[in-house]
């Protein structure tokens, strides 16, 4: 088993989205590339932790490769946008990647630098090793799946699912 922390805005969209992947093991909802220990999600909203909204996703990479996981992550949100996803906006909706290995580095810079030939703008998203993670609150853990109904879920995280699996990135 393998992991690799990523944030690309919204931590319930992300979720959302790696849940519905073959190989992944587990996707836990957190905070992390800031300074504040423990911190919590109020905190990480206002800005003043340096932490950005993330998701450890833990996964098999004989089933699924570290290459396969950062062109679906790619394809779920809008590298090129500084500091918001959308409608959320802020330092804690960051593109963000934090690598565990040299190994994993090597691999994020080679789709990084393939990645750079699709866009026109360019590519925002920040990578640092992984110094620390802190699991999110228990309520936003599995968010999409248990708040279908809910607006942000309707109207942000549902059509990015039906893209995704349109692409063949992800099971609906």
């Given at each position: 088993?393998?992991?690799?922390?990523?944030?690309?805005?919204?931590?319930?969209c992300?979720?959302?989205?790696?849940r519905?992947?073959?190989?992944i093991?587990?996707?836990?909802?957190g905070?992390?590339?800031?300074?504040?220990?423990?911190?919590t999600?109020?905190?990480?909203?206002?800005?003043?932790?340096g932490?950005a909204?993330?998701v450890?996703v833990?996964?098999?990479p004989k089933v699924?490769?570290?290459?396969?996981?950062?062109?679906?992550?790619?394809?779920a949100?809008?590298?090129?946008?500084l500091?918001?996803?959308?409608?959320?906006?802020g330092?804690?909706?960051?593109?963000?990647?934090?690598?565990?290995d040299?190994?994993q580095?090597?691999?994020?810079?080679?789709?990084?630098?393939?990645?750079?030939?699709?866009?026109?703008?360019?590519?925002?998203?920040?990578i640092?090793?992984?110094d620390?993670?802190?699991?999110?609150?228990?309520?936003?853990?599995?968010y999409?799946?248990?708040?279908?109904?809910?607006?942000?879920?309707?109207y942000t995280?549902?059509?990015?699912?039906?893209?995704l699996?349109?692409k063949?990135?992800i099971?609906?």
């Amino acid at each position: 088993m393998e992991c690799i922390v990523l944030g690309g805005g919204c931590f319930w969209c992300i979720e959302a989205v790696f849940r519905r992947v073959d190989g992944i093991i587990d996707v836990v909802p957190g905070y992390s590339g800031g300074w504040k220990e423990k911190p919590t999600y109020q905190e990480v909203c206002s800005g003043t932790t340096g932490h950005a909204e993330v998701v450890k996703v833990l996964f098999d990479p004989k089933v699924i490769t570290l290459e396969e996981i950062l062109n679906i992550f790619f394809a779920a949100h809008d590298p090129t946008s500084l500091n918001r996803q959308g409608n959320d906006v802020g330092e804690q909706y960051r593109s963000i990647i934090l690598y565990t290995d040299e190994e994993q580095l090597e691999v994020v810079k080679n789709v990084m630098e393939e990645l750079k030939k699709k866009y026109s703008k360019p590519i925002v998203t920040q990578i640092k090793k992984l110094d620390n993670f802190y699991p999110a609150e228990k309520y936003h853990w599995n968010y999409f799946d248990r708040n279908k109904q809910q607006p942000y879920c309707r109207y942000t995280i549902a059509p990015k699912i039906e893209r995704l699996a349109e692409k063949g990135f992800i099971k609906s």
